[in-house]
């Protein structure tokens, strides 16, 4: 005997890519990551080609010269008591921005403990550190600059694609480091307001504490890469 099957029951249910799919069209959450998240780690990676382009730039354009390289042991140190310390004020740097990525998380747990005015004060420190990276940055600029004659088109004392490559690479992740200091102050301020706060005090969704956290963890590293390549080599 044959059955009848009505159309009904021949539609086979959707997949996993026409799930997807109806999640993405209606703005629904894709592989139980949030959009503000899903977008920072997108924003994240194409930075990471940025980095990487300028910094491999870098190294060719070093490994290519034919005019000796500048030693950064003495291109970027200071003179305490009257002896030239190398590598101190970079080092200062590091530290600052490392301990940072420490106050950093800590912010985002006390942030998932709901703990925000705890949170938001951790984030301020955060800033703080990141105001004082720039600030030296800005003075080893100032140093190189008006005492060094170090310029984007040459200096004195060996490749003229010196000047170039740090003020390019330095300068740009110094953007970020200060992009990254408004960002927390911002979120920071609204922290406190109670402006990421459930209605009727039920809590509240402080995940952009993390997704900002992603950012500025995202700066340390950079720097780390950056410190390796440009001070250390």
Known sequence: MNSVTSP?????PPG????????WSSDQRAFQVSWGKAMMWIFLLSD?????CFLTGYMTVRIASTI???NPSLVFGLKIGGAEVPLLLIAIMTFVLISSSGTMAMAVNFAYRRERVKAALLMFVTAAFGVCFVSMQVFEWSKLI????VR???NPMGAPQFGSTFFMITGFHGLHVSAGVIYLITVAVRLLKGRYDSPGGTGGNYQIVE????????VDLVWVFIFALFYLW
Not at 48 to 52: D, L, M, Q
């Open 8 to 12: 009904a029951s021949t539609a086979e």
């Open 48 to 52: 990471t080609f940025i980095f990487s």
């Open 152 to 154: 984007p088109w040459g």
């Open 16 to 23: 996993r890519w026409r799930q997807l799919v109806a999640d």
């Open 146 to 149: 008006l005492q060094e004659g």
């Open 211 to 218: 997704i900002a956290g992603l950012y500025w963890h995202f």
């Open 68 to 70: 000796p390289w500048p």
